[in-house]
């Protein structure tokens, strides 16, 4: 048999066809590399019949379908729950999008730490890598702040985009956000599981402090929406004492 007689690889409509008519997904978003090679699955579920199974699900669909083998830890999986509040709620990614605007949208609800929460952290793709990244953060029934962070402008990783766009959001609740600089973000292995580690600098007297925050990376919480997490770890503290005014309406 010659070369022209082998299938073309798949492309990454295609397998998001297969993944959209399991059970339980309500839109998946794959991206390829350069060589037809599924480096990112993104999966949004309306249904929580657990994360386990259904990164086991979009695996055996992609390998019985294409024959193709999915590393598991490519895979991220959010699930929508019929029984948030609407602020809470994840808006569905449009079928539409542009390929060279791909859009992957993570949902995580951190109402029960603090006044406010982050709501969605949505990755903006061209078919190789993540190019941008919005956060949203919530307080409240009625108050958005929207934070975005630019590929060409910041390091163009994941975490660090992510790590921008938290902070950006954060600036918009309160301006003072603008005295925090990031300084690093990066996964790091941890006790056979991975971590996303933030370090910033914080004002503090007449001199700056540097300071952590953490996130473990897994099933429900992939490295953007970790990388968000980290942030607020990081800054929960030093927020506490100046956000009043924020339960104030002021």
Request: with cysteine; glycine share 8%.
């Amino acid at each position: 048999m010659t070369s022209a007689s082998q299938p073309a690889p798949p492309t990454a409509d295609a397998i998001d066809a297969v993944l959209c008519s399991l059970e339980g997904v309500a839109h998946a978003r794959t991206v390829l590399d350069g060589t037809g090679v599924v480096r990112e699955v993104h999966v949004l579920a309306n249904k929580n019949m657990g994360a386990k199974m259904l990164v086991r699900n979009v695996q055996s669909a992609i390998n019985a379908r294409f024959g193709l083998t999915v590393d598991h830890r490519v895979i991220s999986v959010a699930v929508t729950k019929p029984t948030d509040t609407p602020a809470a709620s994840a808006v569905p990614v449009p079928a539409s999008a542009p390929a060279s605007r791909a859009l992957a949208r993570s949902v995580v609800d951190l109402r029960g730490q603090r006044g406010y929460f982050l709501d969605t952290v949505e990755m903006g793709y061209d078919r190789v890598r993540a190019t941008s990244c919005r956060v949203t953060l919530r307080h409240g029934a009625s108050n958005v702040f929207v934070g975005e962070a630019d590929g060409r402008v910041v390091e163009p990783a994941v975490e660090v985009m992510a790590a921008h766009a938290t902070l950006a959001a954060l600036q918009r609740m309160d301006p003072r956000v603008s005295e925090i600089r990031l300084v690093g973000a990066k996964t790091l292995p941890a006790f056979d599981h991975e971590v996303v580690l933030v370090c910033l600098s914080l004002p503090e007297g007449l001199g700056r402090v540097l300071v952590t925050g953490s996130a473990l990376i897994a099933k429900d919480r992939p490295r953007e929406i970790a990388a968000a997490t980290a942030v607020l770890d990081g800054t929960n503290r030093w927020l506490a004492d100046r956000l009043p005014s924020l339960h104030q309406g002021g």
